[in-house]
């Protein structure tokens, strides 16, 4: 890739796309297009694209590999921090507008509703993730302990599908297409895994084994 | 070259097709003060009196009240059905009424509408769901329906059950509920003077989304209660399955009161958002018809009978 495509001007470009759907939300509130129920709307709107963030995030590593664009790790953490902006959005929403800061309540929600318990767990646990975004904090914790805890994404995904599946009355259509695409994103990184130990050894040679990027 | 612009005419003021293709109909029936025979939606309805039931709560905007509601044989999305239910047939249109009745009929919507005075009753309407509306309802109750074709002492419970067509609701498979979707309630409930035989709504002919022709409103239970696009009525001895208690008993009960004392398994039922307000405000029992209905139920669980 040429210089000039990559950080300078792609990062500030993906970085206002990532925002665009709480501009086009922003967009809809001041343009009537909210329909008959905007707390609702807002809820699902940015509870939405909390999810798709986090499955965008997932879908960084096994795209450098099918794509061959090794690059595109320096987007990982800006997707993940969209993810978690998207969920604060969607837990603020619920804090404010839908329970509007009844804390008793919530406590009750979160314990006795089961989609809200795991959604509630899905956000907290991308808390720490956040925190730990940092290159400093990767240095701190050093590279392996720093990856084994943001593992975490993959567990915070499940459980913000299953919020999602939980919450629907009866037409489980898009919860499951969420969950087939973090199946799909999971299932990637097994395949990936498995051949390139043992299989790598036996056929390849040093030399071209080298050259292909990891 | 001077190129003057035609008249702008509002899309409310263009007649609609069918109806315009129906006209001389009209002309065929001068008599009927109602429109007979082909029901358009959003035809204005005359003569229609007021109600003392009704309340004076803040209507919800007709927009709102027509966009946003649940009709799960066209789509399980919001607005699904305002769009998806555009071109359902709703005429001609029969209901068959049936079952443990000593004059067994089946009614066209010209009988419908002959059957009682209409008036216009404006209720309160809970969802499920904890969304709520204030809609100018049109119709009679439904006891005058019922009167007609008298039912025997055997008939305790009254079924309904709306249109299915899966060619005209092709949605409909991916809804998660089973079809014809059923409704019931008890003989009692149902000669109550509140339920309502609904042919309309903000003075006007029910739109399709909205459960055209004709549909029931039980205004102190939740909106699923009150079935839509009827096409058949049973009177029968046992108590007729109702479809979301099918899909999901553990959720929702027959008899589906408002009570914001028991909970939906998974969520609370305490309070609702009224479409329109920022504010939730607390949701009353019986949707606050407790003092017309309260006695249907007395000496009943009703966290047993949810």
């Given at each position: 890739m040429p210089a000039w495509?990559?950080?300078?001007?792609?990062?500030?470009?993906?970085?206002?796309?990532?925002?665009?759907?709480?501009?086009?939300?922003?967009?809809?509130?001041?343009?009537?297009?909210?329909?008959?129920?905007?707390?609702?709307?807002?809820?699902?709107?940015?509870?939405?694209?909390?999810?798709?963030?986090?499955?965008?995030?997932?879908?960084?590593?096994?795209?450098?590999?099918?794509?061959?664009?090794?690059?595109?790790?320096?987007?990982?953490?800006?997707?993940?921090?969209?993810?978690?902006?998207?969920?604060?959005?969607?837990?603020?929403?619920?804090?404010?507008?839908?329970?509007?800061?009844?804390?008793?309540?919530?406590?009750?929600?979160?314990?006795?509703?089961?989609?809200?318990?795991?959604?509630?767990?899905?956000?907290?646990?991308?808390?720490?993730?956040?925190?730990?975004?940092?290159?400093?904090?990767?240095?701190r914790l050093g590279g392996k302990r720093w990856q084994r805890l943001h593992r975490l994404i993959y567990v915070s995904a499940a459980a913000g599908c299953l919020?999602?599946?939980?919450?629907?009355?009866?037409?489980?259509?898009?919860?499951?297409?969420y969950a087939a695409v973090l199946a799909l994103l999971l299932a990637a990184r097994m395949i990936a895994r498995r051949p390139s130990r043992p299989a790598a050894r036996g056929k390849e040679s040093p030399a071209t084994s080298a050259a292909t990027p990891r | 070259m001077l190129i003057r612009k035609p008249p702008q005419i509002r899309a409310s003021e263009i007649t609609p097709k069918h109806v315009y293709l129906n006209r001389r109909k009209f002309l065929a029936v001068p008599a009927l003060a109602a429109f007979p025979g082909l029901a358009p939606a959003g035809v204005r309805l005359a003569d229609v009196r007021k109600s003392p039931f009704?309340?004076?709560?803040?209507?919800?905007?007709?927009?709102?009240?027509?966009?946003?509601?649940?009709?799960?044989?066209?789509?399980?999305?919001?607005?699904?059905?305002?769009?998806?239910?555009?071109?359902?047939?709703?005429?001609?249109?029969?209901?068959?009424?049936?079952?443990?009745?000593?004059?067994?009929?089946?009614?066209?919507f010209d009988d419908i509408m002959k059957l009682a005075p209409l008036e216009e009753r404006i209720y309160r309407l809970r969802c499920v769901e904890g969304w709520s509306m204030v809609i100018p309802w049109i119709g009679y109750p439904?006891?005058?329906?019922?009167?007609?074709?008298?039912?025997?002492?055997?008939?305790?419970?009254v079924a309904f059950e709306s249109l299915y067509d899966s060619k005209q609701m092709p949605a409909a498979r991916w809804a998660g509920i089973p079809f014809p979707y059923v409704e019931g309630l008890r003989m009692d409930e149902a000669m109550h003077p509140l339920t309502l035989l609904c042919v309309g709504m903000y003075g006007?002919?029910?739109?399709?989304?909205?459960?055209?022709?004709?549909?029931?409103?039980?205004?102190?239970?939740?909106?699923?209660?009150?079935?839509?696009?009827?096409v058949k009525i049973k009177f029968t001895e046992k108590q007729p399955p109702t479809t979301w208690s099918r899909a999901n008993p553990q959720e929702y009960g027959f008899y589906s009161n408002v009570n914001p004392q028991v909970d939906h398994p998974r969520w609370s039922q305490a309070k609702e958002r009224r479409l329109g307000e920022f504010f939730k405000?607390?949701?009353?029992?019986?949707?606050?018809?407790?003092?017309?209905?309260?006695?249907?139920?007395a000496g009943m669980d009703l966290r047993k009978y949810y």
């Open positions: 495509t990559s950080a300078s001007i792609t990062k500030p470009l993906v970085f206002a796309l990532c925002l665009s759907p709480l501009g086009a939300l922003v967009w809809r509130g001041f343009h009537d297009g909210l329909g008959a129920n905007p707390i609702e709307f807002i809820t699902h709107a940015t509870g939405d694209w909390t999810l798709r963030f986090l499955l965008i995030t997932l879908a960084v590593t096994p795209a450098r590999r099918l794509l061959g664009m090794p690059g595109l790790i320096r987007y990982r953490r800006m997707l993940g921090l969209f993810a978690f902006f998207y969920g604060c959005l969607h837990f603020i929403t619920y804090l404010w507008l839908d329970k509007f800061f009844d804390l008793h309540e919530i406590a009750v929600d979160i314990g006795k509703r089961p989609f809200i318990t795991a959604g509630f767990a899905a956000f907290v646990m991308l808390i720490p993730l956040a925190m730990t975004s940092t290159n400093n904090w990767v240095r919020h999602y599946y939980w919450l629907v009355k009866s037409d489980v259509r898009a919860p499951l297409a | 009704s309340t004076d709560e803040k209507i919800t905007p007709y927009q709102h009240a027509t966009h946003y509601n649940n009709f799960y044989e066209f789509g399980t999305g919001k607005e699904q059905p305002a769009e998806l239910a555009k071109n359902l047939r709703i005429s001609p249109w029969a209901i068959s009424v049936e079952g443990h009745v000593a004059r067994p009929r089946v009614f066209d439904l006891n005058a329906l019922i009167r007609q074709v008298e039912p025997t002492s055997k008939a305790k419970y006007e002919t029910l739109p399709n989304q909205s459960g055209a022709p004709v549909r029931l409103v039980v205004p102190w239970k939740y909106g699923f209660k009150s079935i839509k696009s009827i405000r607390n949701t009353l029992m019986f949707n606050g018809y407790g003092d017309q209905v309260a006695q249907l139920y």
